[in-house]
């Protein structure tokens, strides 16, 4: 009986499986060290902020932050014009409720105009519902977009609804607070991009009185795109 070949088995080199497994190895070795430096900068930024007596949890009354609201809404109540205050990266809006409530305590709640800017859809749908309980300022407005350098569309990275680690760079791990977790799955969104320089345009802002930027990263990319507003004071 003669048989067919069922055709030709590939051979490996010699060395092959020595070669495959060190490349696993490899990135392993890879894989552990990129988790160990991100924890440690994690933790290291973590154990900075408690060594400067930072608030771990960005508490507004307690890091700054609510003095320097207080002291600028007391410098509109002699004046008695129209003032505005853009939040940039409002998240759920605790900064620009505690901006409001300033606002109210030193009676010039009723000629400020605030405008609260936040990306992620299901995070502005929070902060509209905040801001909507906030009846003391003259003018609240909400723009769902991300502000930057340009003015289009960007992939946002969603670590979570209504997290503060949202931001435009995958992977991100910034601000005060900073999530020790790794295994966070990110879902990716489309949002519109926009300059302040172009939405005040739009709003028919022309003077900035107090402008509040988190924006996860991108911060430089924000002030990038709002020259001529800060310019004009």
Do not use: C
Not at 3 to 28: S, V
Not at 94 to 123: D, F, Y
């Amino acid at each position: 009986m003669k048989i067919e070949p069922q055709g030709e088995q590939t051979r490996r080199p010699p060395g092959a499986k020595r070669i495959d497994l060190r490349a696993k190895l490899l990135g392993y070795r890879d894989s552990i060290r990129a988790r160990v430096t991100e924890f440690s900068w994690r933790l290291g930024r973590r154990l900075y902020a408690v060594a400067r007596y930072d608030n771990l949890g960005s508490n507004i009354s307690t890091n700054g932050e609510a003095h320097l609201q207080a002291s600028i809404a007391g410098l509109q109540v002699e004046s008695g014009r129209a003032w505005t205050v853009i939040d940039v990266g409002a998240n759920q809006g605790q900064w620009s409720t505690s901006m409001i409530r300033a606002a109210e305590r030193s009676g010039s709640a009723k000629t400020m105009r605030i405008v609260a800017i936040e990306p992620v859809p299901t995070t502005a749908s929070i902060l509209r519902n905040t801001l909507a309980e906030m009846e003391g300022a003259g003018s609240v407005e909400i723009v769902e977009a991300a502000m930057s350098s340009h003015v289009g569309e960007a992939t946002i990275f969603v670590r979570g609804v209504g997290a503060g680690t949202n931001s435009l760079y995958k992977g991100q791990r910034t601000g005060s607070t900073p999530d020790l977790s790794t295994d966070v799955e990110e879902i990716e969104i489309r949002v519109q991009t926009q300059t302040l320089d172009a939405l005040s345009h739009e709003l028919g802002i022309t003077s900035v009185e107090l402008v509040k930027v988190d924006a996860e990263g991108h911060d430089f990319e924000v002030m990038k795109g709002s020259a001529q507003l800060l310019s004009g004071g």
